[in-house]
């Protein structure tokens, strides 16, 4: 990442960003996004009046590519770390076409590293903001890496936009308070965030390693995606199968939830069955018998 302190602007976390950004008229829409992503952010954008337009994914992450015959699109909104929910980097290709784009039209890149700290069999992927600081607005936040009750975020601005978010956030600070900074300033200078990064890395590394391992001997006919870095795994089953597991997990008390609800409702590349695991969540004594019920309820050979 390359920047100054100066265009490191403090948030409330990855929604209140949007809320600035689009809300505030920093930014205007279509925006593009990932045909899988969060429909809680969708929701967002919609409050801003901003239509989403849909971009295909495959196992290389966003096909950027078709950025360049999107009519009216100005600005992305990508996952290129390990794209959420459907895990994987963006291909370094598409990374360079992304910003290639941008730079050719005049549009931005939206950079959601949501959770750039957890990385297991790789090493860190390096974020897009690097390729072209003036095109690529870097989001990130405490919410994987501590928790999503601390509401802080940041991001980190191209020179043009730092004026106009400073003024959509206001003279006084209504979202994040400075005990807040103040205490997560002390947390990183003191090198136990550091230190709680590393014991957290390793402890949901095994998480990932147990379920990895339960799933491959109680279910091997399913393959499981997107496991070598972030806090979730993608398990795919089998077409048609989405909706009866979810609500037999339901039924065992297991949160699971489908692929379904994460696919964009105007995306036209072909649907995928599929559950995304959460491993970060259950307490340790109660991580055996969840996995159990889980594999209960997943569809046979």
Known sequence: MRTTPERIVVCAGFAHALRL?????????????????????????????????????????????????????????????HQFPTGGPLHPER???????????????????????FRYDREPVGALQGLDPERVVYLGSTSKSISPALRLGWMVLPEHLLAPVL??????????????????????????YDRHLRRMRQRYRDRRDRLVATLAARAPHLTTTGIAAGLHAVLHL??????????????????????????????VMPARDGLVIGYATPPDHGYGAALDALCRVLPPA
């Open 238 to 267: 089998p077409p048609g199968t989405e909706h009866a597991v979810v609500k037999a997990a339901a039924r065992q008390s297991i949160a699971l939830e489908g692929l379904a609800g994460y696919r964009h409702p105007a995306a």
């Open 95 to 117: 990374r360079v076409a992304a910003v290639a784009w941008a730079r050719s039209g005049g549009g931005l890149i939206l950079e959601d590293d949501y959770d750039g700290e």
């Open 167 to 192: 003024a959509a956030k206001g003279e006084r600070e209504a979202w994040t308070g400075v005990t807040d900074q103040l205490t997560l300033a002390d947390f990183i200078d003191s090198g136990h």
């Open 21 to 81: 950004l689009f809300g505030g008229r920093v930014l205007r829409g279509p925006l593009a996004v990932e045909s899988y992503g969060l429909a809680f952010h969708r929701a967002v954008l919609a409050a801003a009046s901003v239509r989403t337009v849909p971009l295909t994914l495959d196992e290389h992450g966003a096909r950027t590519t078709e950025l360049d015959g999107l009519k009216g699109v100005r600005a992305a909104l990508l996952t290129p770390a």
